[in-house]
């Protein structure tokens, strides 16, 4: 009894949880729609009319005094809805083309529901603000949908221009992977993978590499994309009486398969092939379950040379693809020995304390002699 309960509590809240999701999803939707309607009515009362930007600071003031309830109306954010709708009034490339036929047609707001109302307002304000391209810009409105970025997520990608890097991967998923099964992987790896959060001095080894990307995870899953799920690092695997390690091994949840990665210094060589392969078979072979996909190996060096990784994966197994990384580089010793130090700063700071002390116990005594 007490089981059954806790199984239908579980459903039921579940069923609310759900229902919720979908009443923000729509509630946000609405909103937009209204941001771009509005922005529509002043918009089109300017150039009928020839009004200024005089009106919005009135418009701001009098939603304000008859509206208080209302929030979202400041100057600042009727000038948005006004450069939201300039933005998409006409635009072809965002919407789908039913949509867009019906948006040149009529006008009305309910065109923006293709893409646009699916994210949040603010996602919009910093798309239009930082992506001009619109092209670029639908791209990441797909992947606000589809992977449920934050906007500081978002931020990171645009600073990263994570659009150019996204299915740039030399790899042979065609030739070894059905067609859907391919178009995936190749949509989940990039080139190249930027670790900016990572400051490693030449020279450095590969380890150190490793351990300074698993130290900084989150991070790193971040920039490996949505679906990665870390399974280890030195990953041991035993064939015979012989040990091996795999630099880092992952589960990849859209793919429904294991991810082998192996990190490299420098540029990419002909024989990393041959490794990855071999240790591609023996995760097929030992943790790739029945409804699993077959293992998929990703190679991460410095210089992927395109014409010479393509060769190599000719005649190759396994689906395999390589892709250069970029790290944070350290400051030249020049630069270095230019800047202040810590010490410098600090110091610097107590004779600025010190200064503004004696100043007061100046004009303080100035003070008590007048």
Known sequence: ??????????????????????????????????????????????????????????????????????????????????????????????????VAKLLSRTKEPQAVEGFVSKIPWGHNILLMEKVKNIADRFWYIRQVIDQGWSRDVLLIMIKNQAHKHQGKAVHNFKMKLPPVQSDLAEQALKDPYVFDFLTLEEPFHERELETSLIRHLQKFLLELGQGFAFVGRQYHVEIGDEDYYIDLLFYHLKLRCFIVIELKKGAFKPEYIGKINFYCNIVDDQLKQKEDKQ?????????RKSVLAEYSLRGVGKPIGVSEYELTRTLPKKLKSSLPSVEDIEQELNINQETKLKRKIKMANKGKLK
């Open 295 to 303: 293992t998929i190996g990703l190679i991460l060096c410095q210089n």
């Open 1 to 98: 009894m007490v089981n059954q309960y806790a199984e239908m509590l579980n459903q039921i809240k579940a069923r609310i949880r759900q229902a919720q999701t979908r009443a923000m999803f729509s509630a946000n939707a609405e909103m937009i729609r209204m941001y771009w309607d509005i922005g529509r009515i002043i918009r089109e009362r300017q150039q009928q009319k020839g009004w200024g930007a005089g009106v919005i600071p009135r418009l701001s003031r009098d939603i304000s005094n008859e509206l208080p309830e209302v929030k979202g109306f400041s100057e600042r954010n009727i000038g948005r809805m006004i450069a939201f709708y300039r933005e998409y009034s006409d635009s072809t490339v965002i919407l789908p083309q039913p």
